[in-house]
C-alpha cells in the first residue's frame, strides 16, 4: 500500500507537469511570438495531465501508461526545434525542463510499479 502511494505521489507530479507545460506559453510569454508551439504545448500538455490523472487515480493499473507518457515528454524536448524554428531562449528551457521532468516522473513511477510487482512474486 505505501509503495502505491510512492507511485500515485510521482503520478500526481506528472499532472502538475503537464498543466505547467499546457499552461507555460502564456506564463513565459511565447504564445504571441510562436503559436504554434503555444498550442502543441497545450494539447501535449493537457494529454499528459490526463493520462497522468488516470495514472494516478489506479495506479496498480496504469504501468503501460507510464511508457506513453515518456514520449509525449521526449516530444516536449524537442518541440522547439520542430515545431517553430529559433523558438527563443525562455520557450526552450521551459520545454526541455519540463519534457525532462515529465519523462523522469514517467520513469520513475514505471521503476516503482515494475520493483512492487517483482516483490510481489
Same mark, same amino acid.
Given at each position: ?12 507530479? *506528472?499532472?502538475?507537469? =503537464?498543466? #505547467?507545460?499546457? &499552461?507555460?506559453? %502564456?506564463? @513565459?510569454?511565447?504564445? /504571441? ?35 506513453? *507518457?515518456?514520449?509525449? =515528454?521526449? #516530444?516536449?524536448? &524537442?518541440?522547439? %526545434?520542430? @515545431?517553430?524554428?529559433? /523558438? ?34
Amino acid at each position: 500500500m505505501l509503495q502505491t502511494r510512492g507511485v500515485a505521489a510521482v503520478e500526481e507530479l *506528472v499532472v502538475l507537469a =503537464g498543466l #505547467w507545460a499546457a &499552461v507555460s506559453a %502564456w506564463t @513565459v510569454h511565447f504564445s /504571441a511570438a510562436k503559436p504554434e508551439l503555444a498550442i502543441n504545448n497545450l494539447i501535449v500538455g493537457l494529454s499528459i495531465a490526463a493520462l497522468g490523472l488516470c495514472m494516478s487515480m489506479a495506479p496498480e493499473r496504469s504501468q503501460d501508461l507510464n511508457f506513453v *507518457v515518456l514520449p509525449l =515528454g521526449a #516530444w516536449l524536448i &524537442v518541440a522547439p %526545434w520542430v @515545431v517553430s524554428r529559433d /523558438a527563443g531562449t525562455g520557450a526552450i528551457l521551459s520545454n526541455v525542463i519540463t519534457g525532462a521532468c515529465v519523462c523522469l516522473f514517467a520513469l520513475a513511477a514505471g521503476g516503482l510499479l515494475i520493483s512492487k510487482s517483482r516483490r510481489r512474486t
